[in-house]
């Protein structure tokens, strides 16, 4: 399964992406701002989804929002 960023890239384990776009965070206030950088990202089970670690908690996040660095 690949798993590709915004761009067509494919993101592996351990890559790092930046957002590309301001998100809400689901079941908080907090927002994710454009250009924030996670560092050490782990792949799902999704072709879809990656989870990184954004202001201390694991998030999982869409990579249509995502760019490799």
Not at 7 to 34: A, P, Y
Request: hydrophobic share 35%; proline share 0%.
């Amino acid at each position: 399964m690949e798993v590709k960023d915004s761009n067509g890239n494919i993101l592996n384990e351990g890559d790092t992406v930046t957002v590309i776009k301001d998100l809400k965070v689901k079941g908080s206030s907090s927002i994710i701002k454009r250009g924030t950088v996670v560092k050490n990202i782990r792949l799902t089970n999704s072709a879809n989804e990656i989870e990184g670690k954004v202001g201390g908690s694991v998030i999982v996040l869409k990579t249509e929002f995502m760019k490799k660095s």
